[in-house]
């Protein structure tokens, strides 16, 4: 499973960024496509992005709205939520991707606890005030503009390095973020995806849907003893299978001695031919 979820991971960000001619020219793409939101943290400004990310235009249409619902990016992100949930942070977001990669660095692992669980509803504050308030008061994207690290590793340093005329307006903000990012990456050394877990707000906005999405993975209560393996050898904050800081990767299931864990797809088809057959 692991294997195959870092195929669908590594294919995911290369469609995203498939304007590979980008990073050679410092160019952002503006094709028709550009507006279209990928579902993962992508940043719009990366030279290989040929989609949007979903959060940057959600704060861009905050702030232009004005009292107007924006429809398109509501439903979009309602759309995704209702498909996949947090399977995107799992399997589709590149970010995510780094971050995982970047724990492989051998180090001293600091494992999950009473603090990293607190430190996780830290991610539904940063959407309140930086996604909603300070995007709707300073008619700017305020998480792309002061802390999201996608748009510095993805955006900002490719573009500098491909634009000198872009390195020479680089400011006190850059430099800002940059702290931002480093921070972030070197925690995620020690801490398996720090940024998914205590920082992320599309993440956040994802995990509201986990319950009620399409995919993903659930438990089968009829088999489950109530081991707590599950939960105990999850790298994430989970309280049980599948909820808001599950990020749906499926892991748990290798873990599960009862085999009590599955995706809701094999679940509803199973219930369903057990159904059939007490028809029968």
């Known amino acids: 499973m692991s294997l195959k979820r870092k195929y669908i991971q590594v294919i995911s960000a290369l469609l995203y960024n498939a304007n590979f001619k980008g990073f050679a020219e410092g160019k952002i793409y503006q094709g028709k496509i550009k507006n279209v939101c990928v579902p993962g943290l992508n940043c719009y400004s990366c030279p290989g992005a040929v989609g949007a990310c979903p959060l940057g235009s959600f704060q861009n249409a905050i702030y232009s709205s004005g009292k107007t619902i924006p429809f398109y990016i509501v439903g979009t992100l309602l759309l995704l939520g209702v498909i996949f949930g947090r399977v995107i942070c799992g399997f589709l977001c590149p970010f995510g991707l780094i971050q995982e990669l970047i724990y492989k660095i051998p180090s001293p692992k600091i494992k999950k ?32 503009k002061y802390i999201c690290p996608a748009g510095t590793i993805e955006g900002g340093i490719p573009l500098a390095l491909g634009n000198p005329s872009i390195a020479a307006m680089l400011g006190t903000l850059f430099t800002w973020k940059s702290i931002v990012l480093c921070i972030i990456v070197i925690g995620a050394v020690f801490i398996y995806r720090d940024f998914c877990r205590f920082i992320c707000p599309l993440g956040a906005i994802y995990s509201f849907f986990n319950k009620i999405a399409f995919m993903g993975v659930c438990v089968d209560e009829t088999k489950c003893d109530n081991c707590g393996r599950c939960i105990r050898e999850c790298k994430m904050d989970v309280s049980h299978v599948g909820d808001m800081e599950c990020i749906q990767c499926g892991e748990c299931k290798a873990k599960c001695h009862k085999n009590a864990i599955m995706s809701k797809r094999e679940f509803y088809k199973r219930n369903g031919e057990l159904k059939n057959e007490k028809v029968q």
């Open 113 to 144: 606890n009473k603090v990293t669980k607190a430190l996780s509803k830290l991610k539904y504050v940063i959407l309140v005030v930086f996604v909603f308030v300070l995007s709707a008061i300073k008619e700017y994207p305020a998480f792309c």
